[in-house]
């Protein structure tokens, strides 16, 4: 497995480059991700999460068509344990915070479904809702847990959990339907989501503690609507609104301010994916058909962090190191966008990394002979 180094390329650059091909440089090899393997009995895993003490959550399922998940953790050694459900086979473990707490759904014994949260020691706790369903899918540094549920005339709906576990439902725009919780802050007082309006426009939007809906993007209309793809511990939101039919990559800050993110084709059509602490914002941009280009916002400007290859950036860290793919194999770039190709598994094509953790452990997954599997890369 090779590395490929190179330096990141300016809009500037990207624009004078023809047909966006400019040649990588080889470099010496690279150790491959690390197999996280499954449950007994099981074929396939993933990794949804990781936090600064290297715990990892996800799940292992069987090859069948059934897609029978069963939630698990990993240590830092990438040793693999099953967590607990309500009384019912399946469940799935996707977000875990610096504490140990993990967060996702499970089944009870009459395989209904509800949002969960598992202590450090793994005993599982269900979140109260009174509706027909729950899941969970984000948690803060202080414990508070967001998700959705299925309300009692069967509208979904976002929900928020205290630590102690009251419940808290998220509003709706006026006449709306259904909202979508994507992020939380580091100390559970803002959340970042979308919801429909009564048009079925989608919208990007914010929520307070109390439940309280802010509307980021009331001017959007049309399809795709507006998104919002992540928020950062002071409350800075990445995402898009639509313009020319297209998603044009933009910030919210806390005010609520719309700043506009650079991406040099016209129309813009470029897709934020994460935000770290420092506003630094990452994912990727459109160029051609089914041609995307890793991309990095920052102070200084936009920066194509691969200009020649199919590439998407995905997930980033306080430090800067930034993890995605080129070409469907998993990739890093440091801070000063020295790119480094990852690898994958012996006797695999493909791999993905899908999160990074503070230290710059790198999840994600990779396939071989006989399945997915999640995989880690251990800090160098």
């Known amino acids: 497995m090779l590395s490929c180094l190179k330096k990141p390329l300016t809009v500037g650059t990207l624009l004078a480059a ?33 936090n600064a003490a290297g715990t990892m959550v996800g799940q292992s399922y069987p090859q069948d068509v059934r897609l029978r998940y069963h939630p698990v953790k990993w240590d830092r050694q990438g040793r693999i344990s099953a967590l607990p459900t309500l009384g019912g086979e399946q469940g799935s473990a996707v977000a875990v915070n610096d504490a140990g707490v993990a967060v ?3 089944f009870d014994g009459h395989e209904g479904v509800h949002a ?30 967001a998700g959705g549920g299925v309300d009692p005339q069967g509208t979904r709906v976002s929900l928020r959990w205290a630590p102690n576990g009251s419940v808290t439902p998220l509003a709706t725009l006026p006449g709306g339907g259904q909202t979508h919780v994507t992020g939380i802050t580091g100390d559970g007082a803002l959340l970042s989501g979308e919801a429909t309006d009564a048009a079925g426009n989608q919208h990007a939007v914010r929520w307070t503690a109390t439940g309280a809906i802010t509307d980021l993007s009331p001017g959007n209309q049309g399809n795709p609507g507006a998104t919002a793809a992540a ?7 990445a995402g898009t609104v639509t313009e020319a039919g297209r998603p044009a990559p933009v910030v919210w800050k806390r005010d609520g301010r719309q700043v506009r993110l650079g991406w040099p084709a016209s129309p813009a059509s470029a897709t934020p994916r994460a935000i770290n602490r420092a506003g630094v914002v990452v994912g990727s941009g459109y160029v051609d058909f089914a041609e995307d280009r890793a991309v990095r916002w920052s102070a200084s400007g936009t920066t194509v962090l691969e200009g ?15 993890v995605g793919n080129v070409e469907s194999v998993a990739a890093r770039w440091d801070a000063d966008g020295t790119e480094t190709i990852l690898g994958t598994l012996p006797g695999g094509q493909y791999s993905w990394a899908t999160g990074i953790a503070t230290d710059g452990t790198i999840i994600g997954r990779s396939d071989r002979s006989y399945g997915w599997h999640a995989v880690y890369w251990p800090a160098s």
């Open 18 to 50: 023809a047909a966006l091909s400019l040649p990588g440089v080889a470099a010496a090899a690279t150790a491959g991700p690390v197999d996280l393997g499954t449950l007994p009995g099981d074929q396939f895993s993933d990794v949804a999460a990781i």
């Open 116 to 145: 969960v949260r598992w202590a450090p020691d793994g005993s599982v706790t269900a979140l109260p809702w009174a509706g027909s369903s729950s899941d969970a899918g984000v948690i803060s540094r202080t414990g508070v847990v």
């Open 308 to 322: 020649a290859r199919r590439s998407a950036a995905v997930a980033l860290n306080a430090s800067g190191t930034i």
């Open 231 to 237: 928020i950062n511990d002071f409350g800075v939101i």
């Open 104 to 106: 996702g759904w499970a």
